[in-house]
């Protein structure tokens, strides 16, 4: 008896249906115009709420999806009893929520099934929501990446790294990235460099790939470029994780070896991010702070003041980097300077790439002592001393060097990587070693009072200043005396009084303070042998100095 009304029910409905052409069901009025079923728990007008139930779609087991299974029993070929290209199309517009999972293994991404309601497009099911996303392990990359200039083909970066640091650091909240992907340029310090950045095969969350293409045509230069996680998959999320690419000929990279008297080291020919390794500008490169991934800018020239680079957007537009030693009004749309004001910095310093975090003004001229990016704490106690490891057969997830490179070590017994090229000895014959004039100098070390072993090119870099200061020079920018400005600006005192500088940083930290190691090499006229290194300095570890990169070894 049961079965029978349920027949005489749909009877019913599919004569109503035939009759009126458009149905309501739940009120039995008509439909509106433009629909065949409308489904009303009750009457009412003006758009308002007419029911608190949903409609449940038919719960499927997909089996692939690019036929119609289960629909049709398989018999091999395609279907049992019924020919499979009148079907098809027959079917187009099938909607059904399907319960297969095959996420799980790995699998043709046009084999994916997952949870949700799917359509029949003549050819295969769609999912109606977002497309399924594989389950993978997130890949880890480095965070520079060279990247040839007259590359054909797209350069593409795993974005898995921020999945796995996100969630292995407690000092960054153990978060479990979740949302949509999105990339972006942050910026290109040389124009038309980058052509394009876009995800590879859309939005695979951690599988997820960056994308980048270059102009071509031989133009070199640095870009950094970002990954974004969030609700909306556009700029308004937040950064997770940036790479800085450097466009350059990997080809021309050139090494020397030299040995401490404790460890063999082998150096690259140049600034990371340097385009040469000539006595050029286009030595510069990059400068970084102590245990950061993401470079900032070195100065344009070899001037006294130093000159900030240009910096562009992805359509060209430039990006202001403001110098408060003459802006009056500052604001930047490039590199900001800010100071830091927590105690755990590091989730800040990821999710603002192009800030400079520098310490604030201690009341003394010019002391740039005790800054730490990372924390306000400079009793040292809540520093992280691992930022760029200090385990010689491993970076860490922040090493800024490409693949096969790292920054340098001290040797087991504290020597710098440098050593001997410190303070020139009495008696060193003046004309054996390349003066450190206003550009640099080539660096020889000493091996014996008259054999010298080259250790290529190294531009007098000027350091951006580790805290907010009071310019004790007088007069740099039309500014007078005693004026306070930012940090993250160059330092320009020592080269006012006819002293060249350049600060290379080690991997090494102090200890228990708010400083790291440096290498710290200047000349003056008139001293012995024009050029005159010092011991390795202690400096702050908000300082932006240079890095040349060495290659990793397996020995500590």
């Known amino acids: 008896?049961?079965?029978?009304?349920?027949?005489?029910?749909?009877?019913?409905?599919?004569?109503?249906?035939?009759?009126?052409?458009?149905?309501?069901?739940?009120?039995g009025k008509a439909a509106v115009p433009g629909a065949l079923l409308q489904l009303k728990q009750q009457e009412t007008t003006g758009g308002e709420v007419n029911s608190n139930k949903g409609l449940g779609l038919p719960r499927v087991s997909l089996e692939k999806r690019k036929q119609l299974y289960p629909m049709f029993?398989?018999?091999?070929?395609?279907?049992?009893?019924?020919?499979?290209?009148?079907?098809?199309?027959?079917?187009?517009?099938?909607?059904?929520?399907?319960?297969?999972?095959?996420?799980?293994?790995?699998?043709?991404?046009?084999?994916?099934?997952?949870?949700?309601?799917?359509?029949?497009?003549?050819d295969i099911w769609v999912r109606l929501l977002s497309p399924c996303k594989p389950l993978c392990e997130p890949e880890n990359s480095e965070n520079c990446i060279i990247v040839d200039p007259s590359a054909s083909t797209p350069v593409l970066i795993p974005v898995g790294k921020p999945y796995i640091v996100w969630k292995e650091r407690a000092d960054l909240g153990n978060l479990e990235l979740e949302g949509e992907v999105s990339v972006e340029l942050v910026w290109q310090d040389t124009q038309s460099l980058i052509k394009e950045v876009d995800l590879a095969e859309g939005d695979q969350?951690?599988?997820?790939?960056?994308?980048?293409?270059?102009?071509?045509?031989?133009?070199?230069?640095?870009?950094l470029v970002a990954v974004r996680v969030?609700?909306?998959?556009?700029?308004?999320?937040?950064?997770?994780?940036?790479?800085?690419?450097?466009?350059?000929?990997?080809?021309?990279?050139?090494?020397?070896p030299h040995n401490n008297s404790e460890k063999d080291y082998e150096f690259m020919d140049r600034n990371l991010g340097a385009i040469s390794a000539s006595e050029t500008v286009d030595a510069m490169g990059l400068t970084y702070q102590w245990g950061r991934k993401d470079p900032f800018t070195a100065s344009l020239d070899f001037s006294p003041f130093g000159s900030f680079r240009k910096l562009y957007d992805i359509d060209n537009n430039e990006l202001t980097e403001v110098n408060e030693h003459k802006d009056t009004a500052p604001v930047g749309t490039g590199i900001q300077h800010a100071a830091v004001t927590v105690s755990n910095n590091?989730?800040?310093?990821?999710?603002?790439?192009?800030?400079?975090?520098?310490?604030?003004?201690?009341g003394s001229t010019n002391n740039e002592t005790n800054a730490d990016w990372y924390t306000t704490d400079e009793t040292g106690a809540s520093s992280d001393d691992n930022l760029w490891e200090t385990d010689g057969t491993k970076k860490s997830p922040f090493d800024p060097c490409p693949a096969g490179w790292r920054v340098p070590l001290n040797s087991a017994g504290g020597l710098s990587p440098w050593y001997h090229f410190r303070t020139v000895p009495d008696g060193w014959d003046n004309a054996s070693p390349a003066a450190f004039n206003e550009n640099g100098a080539q660096l020889n070390a000493l091996t014996s009072p008259v054999v010298t072993t080259k250790l290529g090119y190294y531009p007098h870099g000027l350091h951006r200043r580790a805290r907010a200061y009071s310019e004790p020079c007088g007069g740099v920018g039309g500014d007078p005396s005693g004026s306070n400005f930012a940090g993250g600006l160059f330092a320009t005192c020592n080269i006012l009084h006819g002293v060249y500088e350049s600060s290379y940083w080690t991997a090494n930290p102090i200890a228990g303070t708010p400083n790291a190691r440096a290498e710290f090499f200047y000349y003056q006229p008139g001293w012995i042998g024009d050029l005159k290194t010092i011991d390795p300095k202690d400096m702050s570890r908000s300082t932006g100095a240079s890095v040349r990169c060495v290659r990793i070894d397996t020995t500590p």
Not at 232 to 254: A, F, K, M, Q, Y
Request: with cysteine; aromatic share 12%.
């Open 230 to 256: 969030g609700p909306n998959g556009d700029d308004s999320d937040p950064i997770r994780w940036s790479w800085h690419l450097w466009v350059t000929n990997e080809s021309s990279i050139v090494t020397y």
């Open 205 to 223: 969350g951690a599988c997820s790939q960056i994308k980048i293409t270059t102009n071509g045509g031989g133009l070199q230069g640095n870009a």
């Open 1 to 27: 008896m049961k079965t029978k009304l349920i027949h005489l029910f749909y009877l019913f409905l599919f004569l109503t249906v035939g009759i009126k052409s458009q149905v309501t069901v739940g009120t």
């Open 73 to 122: 029993e398989a018999d091999g070929t395609g279907y049992k009893d019924a020919v499979k290209a009148d079907e098809d199309i027959k079917h187009i517009g099938l909607v059904v929520y399907n319960l297969t999972d095959n996420t799980d293994v790995e699998k043709d991404p046009d084999e994916l099934l997952c949870p949700g309601p799917y359509v029949w497009e003549g």
């Open 346 to 362: 590091l989730q800040n310093s990821i999710l603002n790439p192009r800030v400079f975090y520098f310490g604030t003004y201690n």
